[in-house]
């Protein structure tokens, strides 16, 4: 198929949403971006700017948007979803009536569903009855401001169906960015789940004037506990490092380096002292960490699975322990053999 005649519906126009919608416009695909706000959609159709995010970037004038759900997806090849992931399944019920039966669904989401313990791809197919064949997840060391910048990135492509996986990866397929195929789905969503409590860790770590030898060891220890959990559920190890492990180790690394970072930032203003309520506002967007820790603590005790800093942070997020208490508790360990 010509690529210049596949069309992606993207859901929403956030940050992440935007810069993937960058780049399959960039890759020759038609997107049209659903927003929620009449005001965002007028401009990215006359002004080809999202100025609640990137108000400096211009978009490829094959982005356009509307703000409804059932004209996004009309006709589209590829539903693609970047929402925040407690709010998939209420927002995803409105608008499945209007997947069409061919369409395959594309999750950028990095979280946890709290209650249930799914994830977002689990979600997707529990809500809308579509086969796990026809949802694929894209995951990787993908920060949007550089994204947006054109600079280099790639990501894996997490799908069941590999004639699935090689379609997205077409869609997608740019100069600048370049996407892997995969099977591995658990492991590509763990490991973007996982690291968002990592990056909160590291941030803290930060924030309390701690070097970069505690982030490191923060980081080295997070994968170990994200590969814990990962596998236990069928995931390969490999997905989380190693060659393949752009969706492991390498989101974790850009995650946890970067202040470009929400989860980071949020941790780093936590670790100066910010209350829950200070470090929200002072982030402005979903921090998928801070709701997906308590599930993914869950998980762990579901599978049997020790994940002290994941077990720290989510104690400190719901005020069970002090700053002080969750810095000591994560830096001070009992040593054992490796």
């Not at 960058?22 to 965002?40: N, P, Q, Y």
């Not at 169906?161 to 090689?166: F, G, L, Q, R, V």
């Not at 370049?178 to 909160?200: H, Q």
């Not at 989510?314 to 969750?326: G, N």
Request: glycine share 8%.
């Amino acid at each position: 198929m010509n690529q210049n005649h596949v069309r992606a519906a993207v859901f929403s126009a956030g940050s992440w949403g935007t810069a993937v919608g960058k780049i399959m416009a960039d890759a020759g695909t038609r997107v049209l971006m659903h927003a929620r706000r009449a005001e965002i959609a007028d401009a990215i159709n006359t002004t080809h700017h999202n100025p609640g995010y990137f108000p400096d970037v211009e978009l490829p004038h094959t982005v356009t948007a509307t703000t409804d759900p059932a004209t996004a997806l009309d006709g589209a090849d590829f539903l693609v979803l970047s929402i925040p992931a407690q709010s998939l399944r209420t927002s995803l019920a409105a608008w499945a009536p209007h997947i069409g039966p061919d369409t395959v669904i594309v999750s950028l989401m990095k979280g946890i569903e709290i209650g249930s313990g799914l994830r977002a791809s689990q979600v997707i197919t529990e809500v809308t009855g579509i086969a796990a064949e026809r949802v694929a997840v894209l995951s990787g060391p993908n920060l949007a401001r550089e994204i947006m910048d054109g600079q280099p990135a790639a990501a894996t492509i997490a799908c069941p169906d590999e004639a699935a996986a090689h379609r997205v990866q077409r869609a997608c397929h740019t100069p600048y960015f370049r996407p892997y195929t995969s099977a591995d789905v658990i492991g590509c969503e763990l490991g973007g789940a996982v690291k968002n409590v990592i990056a909160l860790a590291v941030g803290i770590a930060s924030g309390m004037g701690l070097g970069h030898n505690a982030q490191a060891m923060l980081i080295t220890r997070g994968l170990a506990e994200t590969t814990r959990l990962a596998t236990a559920m069928g995931a390969h190890p490999s997905t989380l490092a190693g060659l393949a492990g752009l969706a492991g180790l390498g989101d974790l690394v850009a995650t946890c380096s970067s202040p470009l970072s929400r989860n980071r930032t949020f941790g780093h203003h936590l670790g100066q002292g910010m209350t829950m309520a200070e470090a929200t506002a002072a982030t402005r967007q979903t921090t998928e960490g801070v709701k997906s820790a308590q599930a993914i603590l869950a998980l762990a005790d579901t599978h049997d699975i020790e994940m002290p800093i994941t077990d720290v942070i989510s104690a400190l997020l719901h005020e069970k322990v002090t700053l002080d208490q969750a810095a000591a508790a994560l830096m001070q360990r009992p040593p054992k053999p490796e």
